[in-house]
């Protein structure tokens, strides 16, 4: 989607290693979300971000962390990943109470 | 949890037939939107109803919501094979979004 670019599209991994994804829009939206996605799950949130420095929990956030400290960047890092962590990650934005603008996603496989 | 759930999970129609796919969800909501994805491309948003809506049209889409039964339905109407795709359901409450498990259509050419 224009405007969200999602770093990089594929990783392949070890367990045990971190990893970081970046998420960069030049649309300017306050609201910043991580996702993952799982056959059978759906999407679920594991963070969002409501500006910069302020970001909470979603509701599959264990094993992540994330940080936002410039409007266009947000930032998913798994601190030693693990192979229940192989998914595919989308990052979307939006404005208060207006639809989600989604990137194409990260391809994550960790062995 | 407060996930959304899409019936059914699967659908295959023949090109000019309508599909109708419902979501039920759990909570009170701000609104619900229904997104599409195609395979390996992130979700793009179609329709967004608020919760004192009942009904809402967009092109060959139509979506109704019932918020005493909790639940929301999508109609794509004279179906295209280009329309082939999953199709999620989202509940907004605040500025948090919960997504169904979603609506595989396969259209038929």
């Known amino acids: 989607d224009a405007g969200i670019t999602q770093s990089p599209r594929h990783k392949v991994t070890e367990t045990g290693t971190p990893v970081t994804l970046r998420c960069h829009q030049t649309?300017?939206?306050?609201?910043m979300y991580w996702y993952r996605q799982d056959p059978g799950h759906g999407l679920r949130l594991i963070h969002y971000s409501y500006g910069v420095k302020d970001t909470d929990k979603g509701e599959v956030s264990d094993g992540y962390s994330v940080s936002r400290s410039k409007t266009e960047d947000f930032l998913l890092t798994l601190e030693s990943a693990t192979s229940s962590q192989t998914s595919v990650y989308f990052c979307a934005i939006s404005e208060s109470n207006q639809p989600q603008h989604f990137g194409d996603g990260t391809r994550l496989s960790i062995l | 949890s407060q996930q959304g759930e899409e019936d059914p999970q699967a659908l295959s129609i023949q090109e000019g037939e309508n599909a109708t796919m419902n979501c039920s969800y759990k909570?009170?909501?701000?609104?619900l939107q229904w997104y599409r994805q195609n395979s390996g491309r992130g979700l793009v948003h179609l329709i967004l109803?608020?919760?004192?809506?009942r009904e809402k049209h967009s092109g060959r889409l139509r979506v109704t919501l019932d918020t005493s039964k909790k639940s929301s339905s999508l109609l794509i109407t004279a179906s295209r094979a280009a329309d082939t795709a999953s199709y999620f359901c989202?509940?907004?409450?605040?500025?948090?979004?919960?997504f169904g498990t979603g609506t595989s259509l396969t259209v038929i050419p």
């Open positions: 909570t009170s909501i701000n609104n």
């Open positions: 649309e300017n939206h306050r609201y």
């Open positions: 989202a509940t907004a409450l605040g500025n948090q979004f919960y």
């Open positions: 109803i608020r919760s004192n809506e």
